[in-house]
């Protein structure tokens, strides 16, 4: 496996970046579609977000300046990508964007690629009802297992904020999930 500044290197010379690019999706095309995946709930849709995610890292490689890591760097894009999806979707039906992600939650059962339990399904369903930053940072914090620097460096905020919105986010579910069972 090639570092990630040798692969960076690679990626903004003309000539190894197809080579370099293919390489850079078998690296981080996984990891990617989870946490797209995690935001805009439907497999279709993630598939989207992940492909215009690695079209903008395709033609914006030469921007990159490295005072971040490579997957900061493209965790940050797919991320915002995944909210201009979800925004965009609202907007085209003139809805707020937690209602999208409510009815996505809702539709989960009939997703063929969704393979979760009933726990599962509460959990998405506890999550959606979240603020969008809380959602982010539980979902990179609780699922990805990201430390606070890392997610501060993809959500360009601080680390005593996201401590905060983790911890908001876990009661908040909790609650959810008390409401459920009582």
């Given at each position: ?163 905060a919105s983790y911890h908001h986010a876990v009661k908040k579910i909790e609650q959810y999930i008390k409401n459920i069972y009582n």
């Amino acid at each position: 496996m090639t570092n990630e500044k040798t692969l960076v290197a690679q990626l903004q010379d003309a000539k190894q970046k197809d080579s370099a690019f293919r390489e850079l999706i078998s690296l981080y095309k996984e990891r990617l579609y989870w946490h797209i995946r995690k935001i805009v709930i439907s497999h279709d849709d993630a598939d989207d977000v992940l492909q215009n995610t690695f079209i903008k890292v395709f033609t914006s490689i030469h921007k990159f300046n490295q005072d971040s890591k490579l997957y900061s760097w493209m965790y940050r894009i797919a991320t915002n990508e995944a909210i201009t999806f979800l925004n965009k979707k609202a907007k085209e039906r003139k809805v707020d964007i937690t209602e999208i992600q409510s009815e996505l939650a809702n539709d989960l059962t009939n997703d063929n690629h969704f393979t979760g339990d009933e726990i599962q399904m509460i959990l998405q369903k506890a999550i959606v009802q979240l603020p969008q930053k809380q959602q982010l940072v539980f979902n990179m914090k609780y699922f990805d297992e990201m430390k606070y620097q890392e997610i501060s460096e993809i959500l360009e905020t601080s680390v005593g904020s996201l401590k905060a919105s983790y911890h908001h986010a876990v009661k908040k579910i909790e609650q959810y999930i008390k409401n459920i069972y009582n």
